[in-house]
């Protein structure tokens, strides 16, 4: 018998404790003020700055003249008591390289996750998008760093977010369905994910990444949560399905090298056998794989996997 999830899910990177306050942005003498008195984060291109608590947060005084020039500042928003948070993006460290780590590495609370989600996708997207696709001229960060803007034609562009569905596939019988791509670390397994093709709904591409890759058919699809991933711009949408045809599964060769079907047991055992390796725990899959073990209540020791970036 498959166990209901527990939906929807309260995922990693959807936390956020700031509220973005898009009222200001059109508002450039107080977007000056509250620079003045803000909380800032510097991001490299990269990397944040940070330290054993989490981000660092500069305050504008460290911010001065050359440190200034090749970079561009991002307003976030406000926290429950007002302070203002900024992004500093430019490739100028700001102190010693170690002092500098991977959003993925940093352990953040609910506020600093937040503004780092919300500050690395923005950043990146800048860093991508310096020309009009219109024309070709320059662009320039308007409304808060919320808009680029073309020097030339004044067309407006706009961050974009590139969804992606994923899902967690099982049988009649509760196993989970995991799939292995080359790229990855030996012995990583996850769930199944794809990118949302134009005209097509999240609900279909769940169901042709699954056919494409696992070579099988679903049925029951639930939502199960969302969460922005921003590695560079994607937005996760999550989903379970039961499989139809679980004997016909088998991965695609290309895209998927290996399948493994796991129940709660050999999950374990693959685990400690070091055959086995989850997806980390800042991701969907994580979560929805630990949601999946829990499910059914009973008492097990905990889904411990190493790290597995790729």
């Known amino acids: ?42 991001f490299n291109g990269e990397k944040y700055l940070a330290d054993e608590n989490g981000l660092v947060f500069l305050q504008p005084s460290k911010l001065v003249g050359g440190d200034l020039a090749d970079g561009e500042r991002y307003f976030l928003g406000l926290d429950v008591s007002g302070v203002a948070y900024f992004v500093f993006h430019s490739p100028t460290l ?44 320059q662009t320039r960060p308007e409304l808060g760093g919320s808009v680029r803007r073309c020097a030339k034609c ?3 562009h706009y961050p974009r977010t590139d969804p992606a569905i994923i899902v967690l596939l099982r049988d009649d019988n509760d196993r989970i ?32 990444e699954v056919q494409e890759e696992a070579n099988v058919k679903v049925h029951s699809i639930e939502y199960v949560g969302s969460q922005p991933w921003p590695f560079p711009a994607s937005l996760m949408i999550a ?21 493994k079907w796991l129940d709660r047991d050999s999950i374990i055992t693959g685990l400690k056998s070091e055959t086995l390796l989850l997806p980390p725990p800042l991701s969907v899959a994580r979560a929805m ?22």
Not at 11 to 33: C, N
Not at 180 to 189: G, I, L
């Open 1 to 42: 018998m498959v166990a209901p999830l527990k939906l929807p899910l309260t995922l990693p990177l959807a936390r956020s404790a700031v509220d973005r306050a898009a009222h200001l942005r059109a508002d450039p003498v107080e977007l000056d003020a509250l620079w003045l008195k803000a909380k800032i984060i510097h």
């Open 94 to 137: 700001l102190a010693p390289e170690e002092s500098y780590k991977l959003l993925r590495e940093a352990d953040l609370d609910e506020l600093q996750i937040g503004i780092a989600v919300h500050g690395q996708s923005l950043a990146l997207w800048h860093k991508r998008h310096p020309r009009c696709s219109t024309c070709g001229a």
């Open 289 to 310: 794989i630990e949601a999946w073990y829990a499910a059914d209540g009973i008492a097990r020791p905990r889904l411990d996997s190493p790290e597995s970036w790729r």
């Open 154 to 156: 004044e067309t407006e």
């Open 239 to 259: 989903f379970s399905a039961i499989i139809s045809d679980p004997e016909n599964a088998k991965p695609d060769g290309e895209e998927i090298v290996d399948m």
């Open 177 to 208: 369905l995991l799939g292995r791509q080359q790229v990855w670390p030996e012995h990583r397994f996850s769930t199944f994910a794809g990118f949302v093709e134009p005209g097509e709904s999240f609900e279909a591409a769940v169901i042709r």
